[in-house]
């Protein structure tokens, strides 16, 4: 699959966001080595705090699966902003533990823009098991 398909799945699953507060709709797109592709959206709550990001709705969904991180190859994401949508604090340290660490990740916005990075480069220094030892 290319990076240019995976986003358009990132796209497809935007439209199931529900961003009613915010109007920022957010897809995600998280594609496995067995070709199975988990999708999410952002889910908001009037409870701010309740709220659930697309990548991590993306991630959550594989593993409710019964897929780990070694069987993810790349996650693409995409919103409606004028720069290809970066994942948030939050999605990046859950990224760090359940993602791999060099797999791409392809940042995207509903302008064709693709921008390619990793967690290594998102989060170089991320809080780990390690750090609990």
Do not use: W
Request: with cysteine.
């Amino acid at each position: 699959m290319t990076k240019e398909e995976l986003v358009q799945k990132a796209q497809d699953a935007r439209k199931l966001s529900y961003s009613p507060y915010s109007h920022f709709a957010v897809g995600a797109a998280l594609l496995c080595k067995d070709g199975e592709i988990y999708l999410g959206a952002n889910i908001e709550n009037s409870a701010y705090p309740l709220c659930m990001c697309a990548e991590r709705n993306a991630l959550y969904n594989a593993a409710m699966h019964g897929k780990k991180k070694e069987d993810f190859v790349a996650l693409a994401l995409c919103a409606g902003s004028d720069e290809p949508c970066s994942p948030c604090g939050a999605c990046r340290q859950v990224l760090s533990e359940l993602f791999p660490i060099d797999a791409p990740i392809y940042m995207s916005n509903l302008k064709g823009e693709i921008e390619e990075t990793s967690i290594r480069e998102l989060l170089p220094y991320a809080f780990s098991a390690d750090d609990l030892k």
